[in-house]
């Protein structure tokens, strides 16, 4: 494993307007690229994951999985806003030499996606073999692949969507709501907005998960409690967990980014923008997924030309993308031999 920052020269645009100088990519490598420079797996990362795929998506990668340094040449970048070595709220702002916070300059999908590009430009990798991502990884997978759909040979997308819900931007601007009740958020410190991103993450663990998840998981051995539930230590310890690894500045950037996502925007109908991606593609659903519900992706499988669809039953819901590594590898394994030679896609399930 190679951990790196790359220090882009050239100002980026943002889609939003405004600009950002001086921009910093971290990510992670494994493995070598091959001679034909036909291996590379490039990876999204999710909300508050970071460059280190080996690390949150064991099972999937790692030197004995599906995707190993010992043939694929494996990239994942952090990305735009995170708190893991990007350009972020954090990050010095060189007009002021003072950090940026609450005015750092909103960002897309798209800008994340853009990021991507610029990276691959510097690694002077010109075919991405595999582009993988879930939930907001897959989002910023789907931006990449419009954006230059002859760079992209196969995708593969997870519980996530061609534009975010209203259902999804309800959940995260409650969260929102809950960083701004910390009366700490808006100061210039680094530790700011604390409590509210500990109340945000619990928020989000309940679209995360479900109501079957939390009746087996938390379940109480007596009935004679009143108080202190396990449920409730649960959305504390998460939380808490949460704080201690991530900022406030970062996650209210980058929930207003996953809300940002709509592949329609600027470009036509849906259904006829994702005819514009050219690379096979397989799209996965997870049956309890409340937060990108499976009809979500079987409207991706419809109208991308080279898709199949798959669904597969999680007990964890949402999460069940980082979790449900064993029949990933097997569906996943299936739709590389599939497309190992020829363009065409052997249908796993296509969706009519």
């Known amino acids: 494993m190679n951990s790196k920052k790359y220090s882009h020269k050239k100002p980026v645009k943002l889609e939003k307007g405004g600009e950002l100088a001086g921009v910093e990519i971290a990510y992670h490598t494994y493995g070598k690229l091959n001679e034909k420079k036909d291996n590379v797996v490039w990876v ?7 460059a280190d795929v080996f ?4 099972g999937l990668f790692g ?12 990239v994942c970048a952090n990305i735009l806003g995170s708190h893991y070595g990007t350009t972020n709220p954090l990050s010095v702002d060189p007009a002021t030499g003072e950090p940026y916070y609450l005015t750092f300059p909103e960002f897309t999908t798209r800008d994340m996606a853009t990021l991507h590009q610029i990276l691959a430009d510097h690694l002077e990798i010109d075919d991405i073999s595999v582009l993988i991502g879930g939930s907001l990884g897959g989002q910023q997978a789907m931006e990449w692949s419009l954006a230059q759909p002859d760079r992209i040979d196969r995708l593969i997308l997870i ?17 929102r709501l809950a960083l701004a009740a910390d009366p700490t958020f808006r100061l210039a410190d680094p530790d700011a907005g604390k409590a509210g991103l500990k109340a945000a993450r619990s928020i989000a663990l309940l679209s995360y998960r479900n ?6 998981s938390q379940q109480e051995v007596s009935s004679e ?3 202190d539930f396990k449920a409730s230590s649960y959305q504390n310890y998460q939380g808490e ?36 991606i050219q690379a096979r593609t397989l799209v996965i659903g997870i049956t309890s997924d409340l937060l990108f519900p499976p009809a979500e992706q079987e409207f991706l499988a419809r109208h991308i030309s080279e898709a199949s669809y798959v669904e597969i039953d999680s007990f964890y819901g949402h999460d069940g993308f980082l979790i449900e590594t064993e029949i990933l590898t097997k569906e996943i394994g299936n739709f590389l031999k599939s497309t190992a030679y020829g363009s065409q896609v052997v249908a796993l399930h296509k969706i009519a």
């Open 55 to 58: 690390d949150w998506w064991k």
């Open 63 to 74: 030197e004995n999985d599906l995707f190993n340094p010992r043939e694929h040449f494996i």
């Open 241 to 276: 967990k949460l704080v201690k690894r991530f900022n406030a500045h970062s996650y209210w950037y980058l929930t207003k980014a996953m809300d940002s996502h709509n592949i329609a925007r600027g470009r036509g109908l849906p259904e006829d923008v994702l005819k514009r």
């Open 44 to 50: 999204c990362h999710a909300l508050t994951a970071n």
């Open 211 to 216: 109501y079957n998840t939390y009746g087996i």
């Open 225 to 227: 409690k009143t108080d």
């Open 159 to 175: 519980a996530t969507n061609a534009f975010h819900s209203p259902w999804g931007i309800a959940f995260n601007e409650s969260q």
